[in-house]
């Protein structure tokens, strides 16, 4: 695998915690797809508050428990590449917010080989 530097796209899909696909977690079948399509990488983030098309707050404070949370899953590869995966999410997610932004890429030189 090559490494992204330069222009590239940020994908993000933000679904709900319990959104499945079959058995499994649609969050992690969204990675699964990802990685099998050889994008560079895929990262899972779990919200601990917010509220979508529901308008209904989910929230991790104790005192209302939510077990739909909100989740992002965010993808960062070429534009080309990011395109060629939206007819898997298509197949995917029937619900949520899927979002694509122009990023760049930037990766920071370590501190030992600047020495």
Known sequence: MTALLGPAQRLTVLV???DTVGHKPLYTEIVHRAHAAGLIGASVFRGVEGFGATNH?????ILSLSEDLPISVVIVDTAERIQAFLPELDN???SGLITIEDVEVYRPTSRESAS
């Open 57 to 61: 707050i989910h929230t991790t404070r």
């Open 92 to 94: 995917l997610v029937s």
């Open 16 to 18: 709900g915690e319990s």
